[in-house]
């Protein structure tokens, strides 16, 4: 019985909308990212995008977008031998990416105020590594040391994975509060199995297209 009680308020929400316009959002946030798979600790970035709501009913609808990610995390490379002993280097991670999602959406009515309302969204990714750097400080030999984060002993610049994104509009103005969960191991050598992952948050302004 609670259980069609929650689901009858739930519909309900959705039914009390009129017919939405297609909207277009231009966002921008940050982010916090780290690999799982390695000794890897969260660091912060931003990200840029746009994205494009296309109304499939007064609750459905279908979300493509397109955003620029710069990213940051540390790791702990322990694989050194010298001297017949073990130690470790930190590197900060560096990577700039192009990401493609589809997100599938729920629009759910809100009392906050007139034309308010909140998005629950959820959708595969696909994205693609354009550049970045790993940086340290070797202290043994007392020299910087720089590496391309996407090379052939590392990670590939390919990923994919899923997009959670909860958004409340306001009117003109979003926020967002998001996941991205990497699937694929990006690793390109054997070993650990590195996947991405990614906590952000964006603001965004709303262009509703007729």
Known sequence: MKIKILLLLFLSGCVSLQAQETYLSITGGFNSSYY??????????????????????????????????????KYTFTDQKIDGNVYSMPFNIES??????????????????????????????ISYGLSGNRTARDVYFDQSVKIK??????????????????TFFIQHVSLHLGIDKGLININRQAGAYIQTNMFWTSLGYNFYLK
């Not at 996407?150 to 959670?164: A, C, E, R, V, W």
């Open 96 to 125: 700039n990416s192009l990401q493609l999602p589809v997100l599938a959406g729920y629009r759910l009515w809100t009392s906050f105020q007139k034309n308010s309302y909140l998005l629950i969204k959820a959708g595969p990714y």
């Open 36 to 73: 799982s798979g390695i000794d890897s600790d969260s660091k912060g970035g931003y990200q840029i995008g746009v994205v494009s709501g296309i109304s499939l009913s007064k609750c459905f609808f279908i979300e493509p977008g397109l955003h620029f990610i710069s990213r940051n995390s």
């Open 149 to 166: 984060t996407y090379t052939s002993d590392f990670i590939q610049p390919f990923d994919f994975g899923l997009k959670f994104d909860f």
